[in-house]
């Protein structure tokens, strides 16, 4: 159970790294553009002409980066989580001749007895009142 338990808090860490990595480029991506008309060698994440279509393109790669980074960092801290729970939890006692234990009979549950009643409903007259 306890290699067990490290081997998850190993791939929680990566996946850690790969969450705070895909994060960074994501925020990279929307905060850094920057486009020059007259030294195109300075553009930096611009792909068309056009600033507006730029920002879409980015805006879609941010999105599409932190959606990658949060699905990381839920499933890093799931991991984190079970290891934590395999490496606290004690396994059960075998007995010592290591054949498994006989297993007690239990009694069955005695049966339920359920009696139901009900009251007659009242005559109506027909008068569109039920009697009281």
């Known amino acids: 159970m306890k290699k067990a338990a490290v081997g998850f808090w190993i791939l929680s860490?990566?996946?850690?790294?790969?969450?705070?990595?895909s994060f960074a480029k994501g925020f990279a991506l929307k905060n850094d553009y920057y486009r020059s008309?007259?030294?195109?060698?300075?553009n930096q994440y611009a792909y068309v002409g056009g600033d507006a279509?730029?920002?879409i393109i980015n805006g879609t790669y941010f999105?599409?980066?932190?959606?990658?980074?949060?699905?990381?960092?839920?499933?890093?801290?799931?991991?984190l989580c079970t290891g934590t729970i395999l490496f606290?939890?004690?396994?059960?006692?075998s007995s010592p001749?290591?054949?498994?234990?006989?297993?007690e009979e239990q009694p069955a549950p005695s049966a339920y007895s359920v009696?139901?009643?009900?009251?007659?409903?009242?005559?109506?007259?027909?008068?569109g009142t039920p009697a009281l």
């Open 13 to 21: 860490a990566v996946l850690i790294v790969l969450s705070c990595l």
């Open 53 to 55: 279509y730029n920002y």
């Open 115 to 127: 009696t139901v009643s009900f009251d007659q409903p009242e005559q109506n007259d027909g008068g």
């Open 63 to 79: 999105t599409g980066y932190s959606t990658i980074g949060s699905a990381a960092a839920l499933g890093a801290v799931v991991l």
């Open 97 to 103: 001749c290591g054949c498994a234990p006989a297993r």
């Open 37 to 42: 008309e007259s030294y195109p060698s300075l």
């Open 88 to 93: 606290v939890r004690t396994p059960k006692a």
